[in-house]
């Protein structure tokens, strides 16, 4: 049984009203957009960045909270229901993390950028208070959850990592105050760490099994490598965060061998779903999720080139660089393709009239300017990074500002159209 078939029987009963996960993916594009901005503000600071508060750090969150945490909450308080075949039960708590999160990413971004401590502890107060609002719901529904235990796994394991990288967080800003933090640095990188490869890491692996071969038309996969997919990356997680925050850096290899082979399983079977697809022109969006699989690898393989000695210039700024920006943004932006004409499209057949196709709520123009921007700006500015050459970053952020602007043009103009509802004609 194909996996879209075995899913989307009944979805219409799990859906959201559209206002929730619109309204969070529409603010991840604006604050995408903000994010190259203050990047291409700051170009001069980004190769050397090793840590401290500043326009760089403000940018890296207004990426990691702004655009990356607002399209994962979004995402996953509609389609956790969808998968899971358990509706949520209130709808308000989805516009309260909304109301905490806006304002709180907005403020702590902007006492980062101008080094005010009053407002980054305030806006992380805030966002921490939004983001454990979508840990609470999501955990009740993953409890009720017993059709996919593998994919609810991998939910509880993001559940946890965001926790414990939230309060990493906060521990870091009131001890700028305190001064009461002996190993900082390690504690910066468990909390990128656990985050990034923990929270939307984890994310993206466990929903990768259900939303790719919906995607694509695949059957579903057997049960047993998603399991060890899970295993291998939470012994990663953990092993690595004990290394860092332990000052015992020898349990790092362990940490790279349990994350190369988390890796080899997930993509493993992405290319076994895409292999058994029945659609065989994915467009785009498969464009980009293919290029983030490859940013995935090329992580890894400089976390370990720069642990082995390697002299890379700036390896810490550009492992940094490539994670965020190389890996993590192009697959959201890849999956946010698919995800927003689909969800549109759900909504719009629920109400009187005939639902548009999702050719009509895609915006093909914007995506194309998107996709070309993107990658020459990751490539320019890893390449600047490297060389050390601010003009190198300030062009490729400048190319990432208008990329992100086509993007944001494609998510107002879905949202646009799911106000106006369907076609009456």
Request: charged content about 5%.
């Amino acid at each position: 049984m194909s996996m879209a078939g075995r899913f989307l029987g009944g979805a219409q009963d799990r859906l959201l009203p559209a206002a929730i996960p619109f309204r969070f993916f529409v603010t991840a594009a604006v604050f995408h957009l903000l994010a190259w901005m203050v990047l291409l503000l700051a170009a001069d600071e980004v190769a050397g960045f090793r840590g401290g508060t500043g326009p760089v750090l403000a940018a890296i969150h207004l990426l990691t909270l702004g655009t990356l945490a607002m399209t994962a909450i979004g995402a996953g308080l509609q389609l956790f229901p969808v998968v899971t075949r358990r509706a949520l039960t209130r709808n308000w708590p989805g516009h309260f993390s909304y109301a905490l999160m806006l304002p709180g990413v907005a403020l702590l971004s902007w006492g980062m950028a101008l080094h005010q401590t009053t407002a980054m502890q305030l806006g992380a107060g805030l966002t921490c208070c939004g983001l454990l609002v979508f840990v609470a719901l999501t955990a009740n529904n993953l409890r009720r959850a017993s059709s996919i235990p593998v994919v609810a796994a991998h939910g509880w394991l993001a559940l946890a990592t965001l926790f414990v990288a939230a309060l990493l967080g906060v521990l870091m800003i009131w001890g700028i105050e305190l001064n009461i933090l002996s190993n900082r640095s390690g504690l910066a990188i468990t909390h990128l760490t656990l985050a990034s490869y923990g929270f939307m890491g984890s994310l993206i692996l466990g929903l990768s099994l259900v939303l790719i071969p919906m995607f694509v038309l695949s059957r579903s996969l057997p049960p047993n490598p998603g399991w060890a997919q899970l295993g291998l990356t939470a012994l990663a997680l953990l092993v690595f965060s004990i290394s860092f925050v332990s000052e015992f850096p020898g349990l790092i290899w362990l940490a790279l061998i349990a994350g190369f082979g988390g890796t080899g399983f997930y993509l493993w079977q992405m290319a076994k779903i895409l292999r058994s697809s029945m659609r065989k022109r994915l467009g785009l969006p498969f464009v980009l999720m293919r290029a983030s699989w490859g940013f995935l690898i090329l992580t890894l393989l400089l976390v370990t080139a720069y642990l082995a000695g390697l002299a890379i210039p700036n390896a810490v700024s550009l492992i940094g660089f490539v994670l965020l920006a190389g890996w993590l943004l192009t697959f959201l932006c890849g999956v946010l393709q698919r995800i927003m004409p689909f969800l549109a499209s759900m909504h719009a057949a629920g109400k009187s009239g005939l639902p548009p196709l999702l050719s009509d709520l895609t915006a093909e123009g914007p995506l194309m300017l998107h996709a070309v921007c993107h990658f020459s700006a990751v490539t320019l500015c890893g390449i600047g990074i490297v060389a050390d050459q601010s003009l190198l970053i300030r062009i490729g952020s400048a190319l990432g500002v208008v990329g992100a602007a086509g993007f944001a043009t494609f998510a107002i103009i879905v949202a646009l159209k799911v106000r106006q509802g369907p076609r009456t004609s």
